[in-house]
């Protein structure tokens, strides 16, 4: 009303003056809220950045240490098991065995032969341990049921799966890294759940493909996973995610809502397909 | 006002960018403007439709075409010649219906500072809708829009009154005093965004061509 009501001098004076001086004030104001809100969201992305990166750089290193474990694995079979077949065998096959009689002779080769037999047997073992040859063969639902009926005969845990629309397979590459993703999840079920019974289920839609392992042990969240995954000792659950991230897929942990059960499902895209 | 002549041709880089070469014409213009003004207004002929007709559009023209150089989504590009036409259109009417030729009658300039208040606010918002990483102020254009802001918030109101409140000759001083601060301030800005380069303060890092982001 004082603005309408300006009409000599003296009132537009203050009119112009507190109205110019209001107007600077609300312009600078503008101006440094902008300033200083961009500042904070510029300092919040290149943190969230970092973070990213830090995470990424985790995940890489998880990565490297799995391949190393691995490789180490493999040496420590070759040196400790392979090795000493070889050198056994190294023993029965040497020159002196030239000069002794025909029947230690025979006993010396026949004794060689059956070393070198659980060395290939041993070769093959490790060798399926790289890549199981049922899942290169005959695909994923059968590495799975394999994997699950030597579970079964340890006695301990009840496991069992179902494939309800597998006749189409995943890519291979796929196929691997979902099964070590699989032996990863049953074997920490198996280590830390406590849970009698294993249930793994296949289904598949027109976008996606999804594998779900149910248990009724102790098992973890979404927010725990993802929790534990961060820390340094989690090194399988980093494997697990890096491999997931890598096929594109999302792994999602989450407990039943009769809190009776836990279950991992894996959302793999349909473009994996073979 | 040959402050930011000077920031141009003292500016070793950047001169190819569009916006600081319509800022350059922009003042050029204005101080053809300013001496055709003043030649006028000391040999006592009345300046008002000179000013007020073709100056002003020209100015406005320039301006939005300023803005609609450094707009980075279609909302600013929209509002700059939106906003034009409404100027030219309200500018038209008053001039036809209501202007009465004085001096002193500044409403078509009050009609210049809502439009670049407005559109200064739309350079803001979109500003800090971009999902940006170089900071606001190592940017030149942020610099430029500041200075329109701050002349255009603060002569609004000496604008609107210059008419009523002039009336006293005392007050003439004091109209005088704001309007040069506010306007040195202005050409200040405005040279330094015309002799900044882009150069980001966090990465450390100088430009020669505006980066894609902005």
Known sequence: MFFLQATNSTNVTYVVYFGTFGMLLLAVGLIVFIVIHQRKVIYFQLRMKKMQEEQQQMMLQASIESQEEERQRIAADLHDDAGPLLATVRLYLNENLIHQDQATQLQSIYNAKQIIDDTIQLIRNMSHSLIPPTLKNFGLESAVNDMFQKINGSGSISASARFHDYKRRLKLEYELSIFRVLQELVNNTIKHSHSSFIHLTQNKTDQYIYIRIHHDGEGLTQTEYEKLRDTPQGMGLKNIFSRVKILNSKILFEKDPSNTYYKVTIEIPIEAML | ?214
């Open chain 2, 1 to 214: 006002m040959l402050i930011p002549i000077l920031a141009f041709f003292l500016n070793k880089g950047n001169k190819q960018l569009y916006f600081k070469k319509i800022i350059l014409l922009f003042f050029i213009l204005k101080l053809v403007n300013e001496v055709i003004n003043n030649y006028f207004y000391y040999r006592l002929y009345n300046v008002y439709v000179l000013n007020g007709i073709v100056f002003s559009y020209l100015k406005m023209v320039l301006i939005c075409m300023i803005y609609k150089s450094i707009a980075s989504t279609t909302l600013l590009r929209k509002g700059a010649l939106i906003g034009l036409f409404i100027y030219a259109s309200a500018l038209t009417m008053y001039l036809i219906f209501f202007a009465d030729g004085n001096y002193y009658d500044k409403i078509p300039s009050s009609f210049q500072g809502i439009l670049l208040i407005t559109l200064s606010i739309l350079f803001f918002y979109e500003q800090i809708k971009k999902p940006e990483t170089v900071f606001i102020y190592a940017l030149p254009e942020f610099w430029y829009v500041t200075a329109v802001f701050l002349h255009a918030a603060g002569t609004f109101f000496i604008y609107i009154f210059a008419k009523f409140w002039l009336q006293d000759a005392t007050n003439e001083n004091d109209y005088n005093n704001i309007h040069g601060i506010l306007t040195i301030i202005y050409n200040l800005m405005i040279g330094f965004a015309v002799w900044k380069q882009y150069r980001d303060p966090f990465l450390k890092t100088t430009t020669t061509s505006k980066p894609i982001t902005a």
